[in-house]
C-alpha cells in the first residue's frame, strides 16, 4: 500500500474521534515554535503541545532566515509573543557546505541553485545563537517578542538550553 494510501486510512480514524473543531485561529498560549523538519523531532511531543496551541514553523535545521515571513505573521496577524528556536544534535545540516550542494545540484539537476543559501552550519550552539541574533536584530520582529532558544538531543528526548 502506498504511503498516502496508509495516510488516508488513519485519517479516517482521526476524523471519527475528532472534537477539536472549534478552536479559535490564534494559537492560546500566543507561540511560535520554530524547529528542523528532522523526522525524529515532533515538537508537540517535546514540549506538550495540543491542538490550537501554537504555531510550529518547520523547515531544514529549524533556521530563523528561513521562517521569517510565517514569523512575522504569527507575531502581526496571530498574536504570539514568544519564538521557541529548536535545533537538534546529529542534525543533517552540519553534514554539506553550501557549495557542496550548489554543485550537487548542478550535477544532478543540471541546475543552478547558487542564488540559494541553504544555511548549514558547523556549530549546533552556534546556529542557534546565529538565529536568536537574526531575530533580535530584524527590525521585523519587535522588540517585545521573547525569544529562547534550545538544542534538542535526538538520543535521550531531552532539551538543553541554548544562552
Ligand atoms: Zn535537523
Do not use: W
Amino acid at each position: 500500500m502506498s504511503v498516502v494510501n496508509e495516510f488516508i486510512e488513519a485519517n479516517h480514524i482521526y476524523a471519527a474521534q475528532f472534537q477539536k473543531g472549534s478552536l479559535p485561529l490564534p494559537p492560546g498560549r500566543k507561540v511560535a515554535v520554530l524547529a528542523c523538519m528532522d523526522a525524529r523531532l515532533d515538537p508537540a511531543r517535546i514540549l506538550g503541545l495540543e491542538e490550537g496551541d501554537a504555531h510550529v514553523i518547520r523547515n531544514a535545521g529549524g533556521r530563523a532566515a528561513d521562517a521569517l515571513r510565517s514569523l512575522i505573521i504569527s507575531e502581526q496577524l496571530l498574536g504570539t509573543q514568544t519564538i521557541v528556536i529548536i535545533h537538534h544534535t546529529d542534525c543533517g545540516m552540519l553534514t554539506f557546505s553550501d557549495d557542496g550542494i550548489h554543485h550537487k545540484i548542478k550535477q544532478e539537476l543540471h541546475a543552478d541553485a547558487d542564488h540559494i543559501a541553504f544555511l548549514p552550519f558547523t556549530d549546533l550552539e552556534q546556529s542557534v545563537r546565529d538565529d536568536i541574533a537574526f531575530l533580535q536584530g530584524s527590525p521585523l520582529i519587535p522588540d517585545s517578542i521573547e525569544i529562547k532558544g534550545f538544542i534538542y538531543d535526538v538520543t535521550t528526548g531531552k532539551l538543553h538550553t541554548v544562552n
